[in-house]
């Protein structure tokens, strides 16, 4: 989720046909329900390539010279856990977007595992296809399934290094899941030094619940600066921090040599909250 923009191809969702004739149907079994999504679109401008739900905000970007390099600044900021971890084991994308931060991981931390869940089939489609998204393999898993079942799930605490939370739909109201009780599991499924990033939106009142939610969960919660529209990535520790910002920004030097990020931006936005 991010600024607003008109799409190029925007589309209906197809409706259902007609109901079978009660008086000649058998009773059947009500059958799960389907999530009903919003219509996946895309439009391009000046060699950057966007995907929305049918709407003007913008779900991800891509520069299409540049398949593999984070193009939105809030999406940048989401891979602000370098600061902390090194060499992660397992990074966790809740909420694909268009792959920018799970091809970069995946790129970046070849010696780490890389998930990303996703609720809607037809954005894993449009990553591959669109996004250059590569094919799962032995490091790269994509789950398409529900991020709070996955992240409720026990079997996965203790086991996620970096984790990167952005659920928004179409409507960009604020994230999809944002309870004490979801954040909390997140917490859990960090191993003991995870961290934890979040996209949120700070012109609405959403922000102040995710705020409230994580505090509640983790040991300490920091924020950067607002971005475009109103993005404000927030920064959650399951272990508190004491922050040594003279490392902080050497290490902030080493990321910008390897990857070009802005990382002393980042530092400078956590020295902001003291």
């Not at 197809?14 to 058998?26: C, I, V």
């Not at 590569?134 to 605490?157: C, G, K, V």
């Not at 290094?161 to 659920?167: G, H, N, Y």
């Amino acid at each position: 989720m991010l600024i607003k923009r008109k799409s190029i191809e925007a589309q209906a969702n197809t409706k259902a046909g007609p109901a079978p004739d009660k008086a000649k149907s058998k009773p059947k079994a009500a059958a799960p329900r389907k999530p009903r999504f919003a219509p996946v679109t895309l439009s391009e401008q000046e060699g950057v390539r966007y995907l929305h739900f049918g709407t003007e905000w913008v779900q991800g970007a891509m520069r299409i010279r540049k398949p593999d390099w984070i193009e939105l600044e809030y999406a940048q900021q989401m891979m602000s856990w370098m600061l902390f971890n090194r060499a992660p084991q397992h990074i966790v994308q809740l909420g694909l977007g268009t792959a920018a931060l799970t091809k970069f991981s995946y790129r970046q931390f070849p010696a780490a595992n890389v998930t990303a869940v996703e609720l809607n089939p037809s954005v894993i489609a449009i990553c591959h296809s669109m996004f250059k998204l590569p094919p799962e393999d032995a490091r790269l898993s994509l789950l398409e399934m529900d991020a709070d079942d996955f992240i409720h799930d026990e079997q996965r605490h203790g086991t996620i290094d970096a984790l990167q939370v952005d659920l928004y739909d179409a409507t960009a109201r604020g994230p999809m899941l944002d309870t004490p009780e979801f954040y909390k599991a997140c917490r859990d499924s960090l191993s003991e030094d995870g961290v934890m990033t979040v996209n949120l939106f700070g012109d609405h009142p959403s922000y102040a619940k995710n705020l409230k939610a994580m505090r509640y969960a983790f040991d300490q919660v920091v924020s950067l600066p607002e971005v475009h529209d109103g993005n404000v990535v927030a920064i959650a520790f399951r272990k508190a921090v004491d922050f040594d910002f003279p490392a902080l920004y050497e290490r902030a030097e080493e990321i910008k040599a390897a990857t070009k990020l802005p990382a002393k931006s980042w530092v400078n936005g956590i020295k902001s909250n003291f």
